[in-house]
């Protein structure tokens, strides 16, 4: 009796299965006679993933520097001198010339955060953590004064032209952020409140899971330091017990330029007085307005709106 042969017909079912239910199949059955070697075979697509949460367009805000050539000069009468001889006409209008440096600052609208917060009497308690997400870049342009140039004409008294030059080179810097909260929208009635930047170790490491975990976040004492030209260095300032009735505040930041005046007043310079009586100083400070349209109940991020209607959202002030 004649055998049938039907290895013909096995694999033309085994190849139309294998192709249906992606069976597997043999290394030496796949493969083409004329297959490329291992080693040309086209390198898998990169991943796209970063360390970082990636952080949609919009989400921070940018504060625009506002260099100004004028900082790097100032006129002013050498008090002490006068003191001694007011006909001491070269100790007048003296010109004080310095670097000015200004960091690139970005921030995200002001957050909020429920955190058990240890208290003295050894028990936790549960408090509404106010805070802000920012970053600070050294951009380099430090405004270095050059060599007095002298005027192309001539006049009847002698001057000079102030010049500067831009430098990149690192800088040292100290951030202070202070919350300034008012009860009312307007800038004479109700109370006001000041609430100085704290360092919440609990709540710091909370806020840093929720915000990126993998991102390096600095304290504001951890932000006195050294930046070099490029780098950029994230931030957490966080304050705590704020009184839920203010409706408008203002959180102003110190320390992102060493832009500053002085002010001598007249007559409170004595001989004889420590060098520097009556002179005040005030240094250039960024201000951030907010305001949230709610009341003291159920607080919550969602009601803070970054400026003020019919105000600035932020400016450069002198304090």
């Not at 930046?227 to 992102?256: C, H, K, M, Q």
């Amino acid at each position: 009796m004649k055998r049938l042969n039907f290895a013909p017909l096995t694999a033309f079912f085994t190849a139309i299965m294998a192709a249906v239910f992606a069976l597997p199949v043999r290394a030496e059955d796949a493969k083409p006679a004329d297959a490329a070697p291992a080693a040309e075979a086209k390198s898998p697509i990169p991943s796209l993933k970063t360390s970082y949460r990636p952080l949609a367009p919009g989400v921070m805000y940018t504060v625009d520097p506002m260099r100004l050539l004028a900082e790097s000069l100032s006129r002013h009468d050498v008090v002490e001198l006068l003191a001694v001889d007011s006909k001491f006409d070269w100790a007048k209008d003296i010109p004080f010339r310095r670097d000015i440096w200004v960091l690139s600052f970005q921030f995200k609208p002001v957050r909020m955060m429920w955190v058990e917060i240890p208290q003295p009497s050894g028990y936790m308690q549960r408090k509404l953590i106010w805070y802000l997400v920012y970053s600070v870049t050294n951009t380099g342009k430090v405004m270095h004064p050059v060599e007095d140039l002298e005027l192309p004409y001539e006049t009847h008294e002698r001057k000079q032209l102030c010049d500067v030059k831009e430098v990149d080179r690192p800088v040292r810097f100290a951030l202070e952020f202070l919350l300034e909260g008012h009860q009312r929208m307007q800038d004479d009635t109700g109370f006001t409140k000041v609430y100085p930047d704290r360092m919440i170790p609990l709540a710091f490491a909370a806020i840093r899971m929720r915000e990126d975990p993998n991102r390096k976040f600095l304290t504001s004492a951890e932000m006195c330091r050294e930046i070099g030209v490029g780098e950029t260095l994230w931030g957490i300032a966080t304050w705590e017990d704020i009184d839920p009735r203010i409706i408008r505040f203002s959180i102003y930041v110190t320390g992102l330029t060493n832009a500053y005046r002085w002010k001598d007043e007249p007559g409170a310079y004595k001989e004889g007085d420590e060098i520097g009586r009556g002179r005040r100083l005030f240094r250039k400070t960024l201000k951030l307005n907010f305001w949230r349209p709610a009341d003291q109940y159920h607080e919550h991020e969602e009601e803070i709106r970054y400026g003020i209607p019919g105000g600035v959202d932020y400016e450069w002030i002198y304090r």
